[in-house]
Structure formats: structure tokens, C-alpha cells
Antibody, heavy 126, light 106 residues
Framework: EVQLVQSGAEKKKPGESLRISCKIS????????ITWIRQTPGKGLEWVGR????????SYSPSFEGHVTISADKSTTTGYLQWASLQTSDSGMYYC???????????????????WGQGTLVTVSS | DIQMTQSPSTLSASIGDRVTITCRAS??????LAWYQQKPGKAPNLLIY???NLETGVPSRFSGSGSGTEFTLTISSLQSDDFATYFC????????FGPGTKVEIK
């Protein structure tokens, strides 16, 4: 059974650091792409970035690049999203998810999201 | 950046109604579009991928069509389990979601 189990809700102050996790099981960690999505009432669903756990290649949304870091640990099949210095605008529900491979010509590229974690609520407030 | 819009933002319908939601992309995304259903407190769930392909396990009353910049999601006969919010998402260049369409009980 495919499972993406995320760490629990976090309450932090501006300027603090944070790392949230996504434990993956039921599919090949190194033959998949893991992505992070933020959902807020004001901006809806926003793509944060993705990682290829096989080589740790990452790609970020311009809106998040430089402010978050996505990583993956092959030994524990766990993905991470971290902040060095949180801002109040980072508050929201964060989902990890799997990008399914889609064939484009002769290669396979990350496509639609077929499995999601349950979400981690991050609240940043002074 | 590719921007996605959806219409309507809210839709009131009755059980058995045929429902259509429209999604538009700010530039040509070919058929690289997915539709998701989200219920309160839950993660989204994949319904349609590559514009018109029904995800395994999704009821056949859901269908998707379109290509380029205009796409539709149709529910042929609305059931009680279908009252939810629906999002489109492009994955031609990076990933971008539409703002959502909430389907409410009339």
C-alpha cells in the first residue's frame, strides 16, 4: 500500500527554523519524484518544488526558491521541506505528494500527482 | 509563469444534474492537465490526467476534455459524494493549480 505519512502540526515564531518530513512506503523511493504543495485560504494550492530522490536533483517554484530547501534521505525513504528563517507568510497546510512518471517521447518525466500525504499545518505567528 | 483560471468559482447543483467546470491556461499546455477533487480537511484526489484520462478507481460519471488552453471537467449525473471543490492543474511547464470550483448543494 502506498503511503506518504507527514510529520505533525508545527507552531513557530518568525525567524525560527523548521524542517517537516514525509515518510514514504509502498513504492520505489528512488524511482519516483516527490513534490511539496502549499495550500492557504488566500492563495489556494501552490507548487513549492520537487526532488528526484535518486540523485537529489531539485526544482523550485520561483515563488519559493531561495526560501525553502527540499531534500530526501534514501536510507530512510523520507522527504523533507525546511526553512532557515520562517516568515508569517509561510503559514499554511503543506502536502508532500508523488509525481507519477509520464512518457514524453522516449523519456519519462514527472507528471500528475497520484498520491498525497495527509498534510502538515505550519503556523508562524509572533 | 503559466496562469490557470477556472469558472465558475462556485456552482450550485442538485443530485442528478450534469455539471461542467471550465479551466483555462494562459498559454498552450497541450494535454498536460489534471483535475483533482478535494473535500474539507482532506488532501486532493486525482480524477483525470492528461486532460481526458480517467484515473483508476474514479467513477465513470467524471470525464475531461480539451487541449491547448481550454479544458472542461464534466460530471454526467451529480451524486451526493461529489459535493466538493475541484481544481485543475497544468504540468506542461512546472506545476500550477487553478483557484478551484466549489460544487454546492442547490
Amino acid at each position: 500500500e502506498v503511503q506518504l505519512v507527514q510529520s505533525g502540526a508545527e507552531k513557530k515564531k518568525p525567524g525560527e527554523s523548521l524542517r517537516i518530513s514525509c515518510k514514504i512506503s509502498g513504492f520505489s523511493f528512488t524511482n519516483s519524484w516527490i513534490t511539496w504543495i502549499r495550500q492557504t485560504p488566500g492563495k489556494g494550492l501552490e507548487w513549492v518544488g520537487r526532488i528526484d530522490p535518486s540523485d537529489s536533483y531539485t526544482s523550485y517554484s520561483p515563488s519559493f526558491e531561495g526560501h525553502v530547501t527540499i531534500s530526501a534521505d534514501k536510507s530512510t525513504t523520507t522527504g523533507y521541506l525546511q526553512w532557515a528563517s520562517l516568515q508569517t507568510s509561510d503559514s499554511g497546510m503543506y502536502y508532500c505528494a508523488r509525481l507519477r512518471g509520464t512518457k514524453i517521447g522516449t523519456r519519462v518525466a514527472p507528471g500528475e500527482i497520484d498520491y498525497w500525504g495527509q498534510g502538515t499545518l505550519v503556523t508562524v505567528s509572533s | 509563469d503559466i496562469q490557470m483560471t477556472q469558472s465558475p468559482s462556485t456552482l450550485s447543483a442538485s443530485i442528478g444534474d450534469r455539471v461542467t467546470i471550465t479551466c483555462r491556461a494562459s498559454q498552450d499546455i497541450s494535454h498536460w492537465l489534471a483535475w483533482y477533487q478535494q473535500k474539507p480537511g482532506k488532501a486532493p484526489n486525482l480524477l483525470i490526467y492528461k486532460a481526458s484520462n480517467l484515473e483508476t478507481g474514479v467513477p465513470s460519471r467524471f470525464s475531461g476534455s480539451g487541449s491547448g488552453t481550454e479544458f472542461t471537467l464534466t460530471i454526467s449525473s451529480l451524486q451526493s459524494d461529489d459535493f466538493a471543490t475541484y481544481f485543475c492543474q497544468q504540468y506542461n511547464i512546472l506545476w500550477t493549480f487553478g483557484p478551484g470550483t466549489k460544487v454546492e448543494i442547490k
